[in-house]
């Protein structure tokens, strides 16, 4: 990782935690909506639209989930990504938790 800097990598951390996290409630608060006007939903749209919308909510929540996951850092040398445990000990070691190896690559 080329100009491994331990706060750039906590920044984007926890920016990609708060979409993760915004997009979850959003979903819940939109999930809840559907259900709670259920069947006003099913008689304007139909079980096919009742459908549809709430696979947006689902998606909408995979999405979330997949890019706080992909768009998480690297390590250079093993390619593991550093989230979860992984990420406390590259802040503050500057090494990989995985292989242990420096991320100033």
């Known amino acids: 990782m080329k100009g491994f800097d331990p706060a750039t990598l906590r920044t984007q951390s926890q920016s990609r935690m708060r979409t993760a996290l915004g997009a979850l409630a959003l979903s ?3 999930l809840a909506l ?6 006003a939903v099913l008689d304007r749209f139909g079980v096919r639209g009742f459908v549809i919308a709430a696979g947006l909510a689902v998606l909408t929540i ?3 989930a997949m890019n706080s996951i992909l768009g998480a850092p690297r390590c250079p040398h093993c390619r593991t990504r ?3 445990s992984f990420l406390p000990t590259a802040i503050a070691s500057g090494k990989c938790g ?3 190896k420096s991320l100033e690559g």
């Open 28 to 30: 819940a608060i939109w």
């Open 34 to 39: 559907l259900f709670w006007y259920s069947d």
């Open 62 to 64: 995979v999405l979330a």
């Open 98 to 100: 995985f292989c242990g």
């Open 82 to 84: 550093l989230v979860g």
